[in-house]
Structures are given as structure tokens and as C-alpha cells.
């Protein structure tokens, strides 16, 4: 069974760092590229990160761009998001996912960066930004 499981969350005051971790199962995982999403309370899902399956190349989101970043280790089957200088609207609950298997799934595409192109979800991480 394809299995992501998030973790690292937690409260860390603004200006803080935390990072995440996505570790994936059941699936050849160098084939795919990986996405971090963040819903917050109230709010509609948001697209934060994507690496490609060889970690060639990234995508962020404008409201993390220069804070976060995501890197990739395949021989551990692992997604990590390092987020640096953390504000209060960085609080959300954070999930991975992963694509359906496409002619994309390697890939960042649009699909993948706004999450309709994902068909597997891992449990989120709850990471609060407070003082």
C-alpha cells in the first residue's frame, strides 16, 4: 500500500525554524515527485512545495519563496521541508502527497503544484508559529 507519513510539526515562536519530514512506502518512490500542501483554519489548501522525482528542480509557493526549502533523499525514501524564519500565517496543518501515476508524475506540473493532480495524501504535521 502507498503510505505518506508527515512529520516534524510543532510550536516554534515567529522567526523559529522546523523542518519536515515526508517518508513515503509501497511505491518506487524515484518515480515521483513529491508535494507539500498546508491548510489553515478556516481556509482553503495551499500548494507550498513540489520537487521534482530526481530533485532536479523545485517550486514554492510566493508566500514561503526564500524561507522554505525542499530537498529530497531517495535511498531513504524521504521528502524533507525546511522552513526557516517562520511567521504566525505559516501555521497550518502540513501534508504530503503524491500524483496519480500520469505522464506528470515525475513532475511539478500545475496539476501537482495545486494538489488536483494528487491522488495519494499523507496524515498532516500540525505546525504552529506563536509567541
Known amino acids: 500500500d502507498v503510505q505518506l507519513q508527515a512529520s516534524g510539526g510543532g510550536l516554534v515562536q515567529p522567526g523559529g525554524s522546523l523542518r519536515l519530514s515526508c517518508a513515503a512506502s509501497g511505491f518506487t518512490f524515484d518515480d515521483y515527485a513529491i508535494g507539500w500542501f498546508r491548510q489553515a483554519p478556516g481556509k482553503e489548501r495551499e500548494g507550498v512545495s513540489c520537487i521534482r522525482a530526481n530533485g532536479g528542480s523545485t517550486y514554492y509557493a510566493d508566500s514561503v519563496k526564500g524561507r522554505f526549502t525542499i530537498s529530497r533523499d531517495n535511498s531513504k525514501n524521504t521528502v524533507y521541508l525546511q522552513m526557516n524564519s517562520l511567521k504566525p500565517e505559516d501555521t497550518a496543518v502540513y501534508f504530503c502527497?503524491?500524483?496519480?501515476?500520469?505522464?506528470?508524475?515525475?513532475?511539478?506540473?500545475?496539476?501537482?503544484?495545486?494538489?488536483?493532480?494528487?491522488?495519494?495524501w499523507g496524515k498532516g504535521t500540525l505546525v504552529t508559529v506563536s509567541s
Open positions: 502527497a503524491r500524483p496519480r501515476s500520469s505522464h506528470s508524475s515525475r513532475v511539478c506540473s500545475i496539476a501537482n503544484i495545486k494538489g488536483y493532480g494528487m491522488d495519494y
